[in-house]
């Protein structure tokens, strides 16, 4: 079997993503495009998309991104900042590798909306596992 196949496979399955209703749209070497359709079970107690769920779906481009190059990457460095709110509709994470070394990597990921506007800032570094 192809083992980009498999680790794709693999991310794919993650149960957490699932029950939030995030989708991988696209994934490589170093990069990952994700989707959220905004369901009312997404919104906090004033109505916007909770900041918890941006960060899900950030977090989850980012593990894409990170664990892409075959070797299993586990976060040990997280921000975010919340730009722009949203009540509804799809909301897009594209994750970047921006540096890659044989223990770390460090990742950028923008939340947008549908028409690209940023709605948050997630910057992520990762170890890579023996």
Do not use: C
Request: glycine residues 8%.
């Amino acid at each position: 079997m192809d083992t980009t196949t498999e680790w794709k496979k693999r991310l794919e399955n993650d149960q957490f993503a699932k029950h939030n209703g995030i989708e991988m749209l696209d994934a490589g070497i170093g990069y990952a495009r994700v989707k959220m359709d905004i369901q009312p079970y997404h919104l906090n107690g004033v109505g916007i998309v909770h900041g918890g769920a941006i960060f899900t779906l950030a977090d989850f481009a980012f593990a894409i991104a990170a664990n892409s190059r075959e070797q299993v990457a586990v976060a040990i460095n997280i921000s975010i900042a919340f730009i722009k709110a949203i009540k509804e509709g799809t909301v897009y994470a594209e994750a970047r590798e921006l540096s890659v070394n044989p223990k770390l990597g460090v990742y950028q990921v923008d939340v947008v909306d549908h028409q690209k506007e940023l709605l948050a800032s997630f910057q992520g570094m990762a170890y890579r596992k023996r």
